[in-house]
């Protein structure tokens, strides 16, 4: 079965910290595909990136890094120098890659971060 | 870009009423999903379909149905509002050929049962 778990329900920072979101997964796929979701206060969900299963790359978008470690399953998401602007519910998702459910996603719960002025 | 659109933002029905939450994608995309999103649950999936007048069951069908005539629309249906319904609800779709592609939400539709 897909799981995904984020630990932390809620963290709070003051501007310029660096935080760090967890996410832990689980799946028995040897192909996958992991990403995280920004949801601001107005509700879109907004997509900030994919990983694949074999691409164990570290990545890096502007204040914005990614984790990816098999040997832990974990994939975790990193804000250097923290804005109020980042205030928002993060999710963490897997999504199986085969088969007629191709594209379908399980969610982590989220974790609301709050960057404090 | 890709357009998912919900038809309404808010939505304020009573107990009882069948509801109906359109959702229209404008990317010919095969694969069209409703999740329902309550505070400390995540998302949870409740319907998904792969082509036209095909769907399967999320985690969470009960109290639910779906209908999928056009590629383009996918459409929730309450048959029965009741209270613990109230939540919000968010449609998305993607490409049924592409893998690794992300999902595509809509704004989603904040529902009040009273």
């Known amino acids: 079965a897909q799981k995904v778990t984020q630990a932390q329900t809620e963290i709070s920072v003051v501007e310029k910290e660096d935080v760090t979101l967890d996410c832990v997964y689980e799946t028995r796929d040897t192909t996958y595909y992991l990403f995280w979701y920004k949801q601001p206060p107005s509700g879109e969900l907004v997509f900030l990136i994919r990983r694949n299963s074999f691409d164990e790359q570290n990545e890096i978008s502007g204040r914005y890094s990614w984790n990816f470690q098999k040997s832990t399953s974990s994939f975790n998401f990193t804000i250097t120098a923290s804005q109020v602007v980042d205030s928002a519910v993060y999710f963490c998702?897997?999504?199986?890659?085969?088969?007629?459910?191709?594209?379908?996603?399980?969610f982590g719960r989220g974790t609301q971060l709050t960057v404090w002025p | 870009d890709v357009k998912v659109t919900q038809s309404s933002r808010y939505l304020v029905k009573r107990t009882g009423e069948k509801v109906f939450l359109e959702c229209v994608q404008d990317m010919d995309h095969e694969n069209m999903f409703w999740y329902r999103q309550d505070p400390g649950l995540g998302l949870r999936l409740i319907y998904f379909s792969y082509d036209v007048k095909m769907k399967e069951k999320g985690d969470i069908p009960e109290g639910y149905s779906v209908s999928r005539e056009k590629k383009e629309r996918f459409s929730l249906i309450l048959e029965s509002a009741s209270t613990n319904q109230t939540s919000m609800y968010l449609c998305a779709s993607i490409s049924g050929k592409i893998r690794n592609q992300p999902q595509h939400f809509g704004d989603g539709t904040r529902l009040s049962i009273l």
């Open positions: 998702a897997l999504s199986e890659g085969r088969g007629s459910t191709l594209g379908r996603l399980y």
